[in-house]
């Protein structure tokens, strides 16, 4: 059966990794009481490859930034739509967000979500 995966390119300062890092593993409880199946956060590492665009291009990043990569599955688009519905009423979500000073810009953010093309 066909997943349906949402995908996340966000620049964030790297001195907030650590603190990035605790939301997200509270988020991915969240997210996963909430039916997504796989969460991954990853954070830039190899970001200088040449002859390509490197996401820190992509995501036009400052010298003092790098970028996480995400991704969350789920068993299929209306279950990620139940889901995302849920997890921002989801009462948690207030207190792992703090919307006067947020970690990241959200307005920099990339976002989309993608159907399985392959899996192996």
Known sequence: MSRYIDGFVIPIPTSCIDEYRLMAEQAAIIWKDHGAL??????GDDMDIKDVLPFTQLANTTPDETVIFAWVVFESKEARDA????????????????????????????????RQLVHA
């Open 38 to 43: 796989d969460y991954w956060e990853c954070v």
């Open 83 to 114: 889901a995302n519905t849920a997890i921002f009423v989801d009462p948690r979500m207030q207190t792992i967000m703090d919307t006067s000073n947020p970690i990241f810009d959200c307005k920099r953010m990339a976002y989309g979500g993608f």
